[in-house]
Nanobody, 119 residues
Framework: QVQLVESGGGLVQPGGSLTLSCAAS????????MAWYRQAPGKQRELVAQ???????NYVDSVKGRFTISRDNAKNTVYLQMNSLKPEDTAVYYC?????????????WGQGTQVTVSS
C-alpha cells in the first residue's frame, strides 16, 4: 500500500518562508510525477507545482519566482520551498504522486498540511 506523508506546514508571517516535504513509501516500482496542490477555504483545489521524472516542472502563475519544487528520487520525496509567502498562499497543501505500484499505475494523495500566512 503506497502512502504519502507530508510535513513542514505551519504558521508564518507574510514575507516568510516554509519548506514542505512529502515522502512516498510502499511497493513503488517507479514514480512518474509528483506534485503539490492546495485548497483554500471556499475554493477549489488547485495545482501549485508539478515535477515529472523527466525533470520537467510546471508552476501555477501565482507562485512563479517564489516557490521551488524539487525531488529526491533516491528517497521518493518531493519538496516545495516557499519564499515570500503571502496571505493568499494560506491553504491546506496536498501532495500528489503518479506511481507505479507493483506494475499498476495510480494516483495517490497525502493527508494535507496546513499553511497559514498571517501577521
Amino acid at each position: 500500500q503506497v502512502q504519502l506523508v507530508e510535513s513542514g506546514g505551519g504558521l508564518v508571517q507574510p514575507g516568510g518562508s516554509l519548506t514542505l516535504s512529502c515522502a512516498a513509501s510502499g511497493s513503488i516500482f517507479g514514480i512518474y510525477a509528483m506534485a503539490w496542490y492546495r485548497q483554500a477555504p471556499g475554493k477549489q483545489r488547485e495545482l501549485v507545482a508539478q515535477i515529472f521524472s523527466s525533470g520537467s516542472i510546471n508552476y501555477v502563475d501565482s507562485v512563479k519566482g517564489r516557490f521551488t519544487i524539487s525531488r529526491d528520487n533516491a528517497k521518493n520525496t518531493v519538496y516545495l520551498q516557499m519564499n515570500s509567502l503571502k496571505p493568499e498562499d494560506t491553504a491546506v497543501y496536498y501532495c500528489n504522486a503518479d506511481i507505479n505500484e507493483r506494475g499498476r499505475r495510480g494516483l495517490y494523495w497525502g493527508q494535507g498540511t496546513q499553511v497559514t500566512v498571517s501577521s
